[in-house]
């Protein structure tokens, strides 16, 4: 009986083994932003793909979109430096097999795959071109990457887009997924400006999820950043703050990516800040609020199947204007923190706090990883947030 089993197994490996080749979210930014109607252009944009595979399709949106987006063309090439693309690499995208795209108001779309080989790292450059230009665009508002930008014609096609203006948002890309022979396993960032990079180099990849990423490749496992700049925990937008909160955007911006296996989650400053900030009473969030909003995100993602690394705030001693600082506010930061180490709940932890912060002067951050607003690092602080992540079992 043992060795028919052992016979049968071997006869069925190759068939366990030749696993249907899956996609994977690659990289993804989160629209946030409303931006400016736009007449008929061409759009060149970068992207990082953070795993390879052997084909690759695009989702772009219209979340903020006031009325239909007409997209006529939609190319993706290896990207070759500034406005230009590798000839002969990649090609045009389709859409349910039209080589153009409606999306109505408030949707998105995913295009067709496209027969492209993508390896960990790379850059890619995805062309649009808008026809009809927009009646409001929708951005990611710190896309921290020069978009080129070409009015009229449609220049999708172009070595080297000729571009008149340039921005350092991302216009209507909202991910890039990759075909693998197997599931790529995924690590999703949770977070605010900090996830999103706001002081790190403009072109340079430099947001601590981009170094993480870099810190793992070549691997099979994706880090994709869902940060917004702005953005609570909490509580949806209140200007000056960005974008549904974090517990309401979980389930679409982390617990619906295919392969996700760990959230890191470094929310709960701006829920700090809009207190000293905002005074009126609905905006206003405890510490133990905050630790309560942390708990609800743990048993959401435990009961997707989601483990859950928490990390600590970061300090924001001398920062300025338009934030406000409290001693209030820092009892706040301190009690969330202690929480956090201390948490059972979280499977595993990284404390930003202790690796950036001054020793001389706890409530600061060192001067050598500080941007110089006193709130957000710089390349080298990025760097040492991204070497600080522990080892997650995948």
């Known amino acids: 009986m043992k060795r ?84 002969g690499s990649g090609g045009v995208l389709t859409f349910a097999g039209q080589p153009h795209v409606t999306i109505a108001p408030g949707e998105s779309v995913l295009s067709d795959p496209l027969a492209m080989p993508v390896t960990a790292l790379q850059k890619l450059a995805v062309s649009l071109y808008l026809p009809q230009g927009s009646a409001r665009a929708t951005l990611h508002g710190e896309g921290l990457q020069t978009a080129y930008i070409a009015r009229g014609a449609d220049l999708t096609a172009a070595a080297v887009m000729p571009a008149t203006e340039t921005d350092d948002s991302l216009y209507f890309l909202a991910s890039l997924e990759v075909r693998g022979a197997s599931a790529a396993r995924t690590i999703v960032v949770l977070g605010d400006s900090i996830a999103d990079g706001v002081g790190s180099s403009t072109d340079a990849q ?66 700090i800040n809009a207190s000293d900030m905002l005074a009126v009473p609905d905006q206003q969030a405890s510490a133990q609020d905050i630790i309560a909003g942390m708990q609800a995100v743990i048993q959401r993602a435990h009961a ?11 300090p924001s001693g001398g920062v300025g ?46 001067p050598a990883y500080d941007s110089g607003d006193h709130l957000h690092p710089n390349d080298r602080g990025y760097q040492a947030m991204a070497d600080a992540m522990p080892v997650l079992p995948l």
């Open 4 to 87: 028919w089993m052992a016979m049968l197994l071997f006869l069925l490996a190759p068939m366990y083994s030749m696993a249907a080749p899956e996609w994977t979210t690659s990289w993804m930014a989160v629209p946030d932003t409303p931006g400016p109607a736009m007449q008929a252009l061409s759009l060149r944009q970068v992207i990082r793909a953070s795993v390879g595979g052997d084909s690759v399709r695009v989702r772009l949106s219209n979340a903020q979109g006031t009325a239909p987006l007409i997209v006529g063309t939609v190319r993706v090439a290896r990207w070759a430096g500034v406005a230009a693309i590798e000839p």
């Open 206 to 271: 430099a947001r601590w999820p981009d170094q993480l990423a870099a810190r793992l490749a070549p691997s099979s496992v994706a880090v994709l950043n869902a940060g917004v700049a702005g953005n609570r925990l909490l509580r949806d937008g209140a200007r000056p703050f960005v974008g549904p909160s974090m517990l309401a955007r979980l389930q679409r911006d982390v617990l619906d990516r295919p392969g996700v296996r760990w959230l890191v989650l470094h929310a709960g400053s701006n829920d």
């Open 304 to 314: 997707a199947g989601v483990k859950v690394c928490g990390a600590t705030l970061l």
């Open 321 to 366: 204007k338009p934030f406000v600082r409290s001693a209030e506010g820092e009892a706040k930061r301190q009690a969330v923190n202690a929480w956090i180490r201390s948490a059972s709940q979280f499977d595993a932890l990284v404390d930003f706090d202790l690796q950036l912060r001054d020793p001389a002067r706890t409530d600061r951050l060192l």
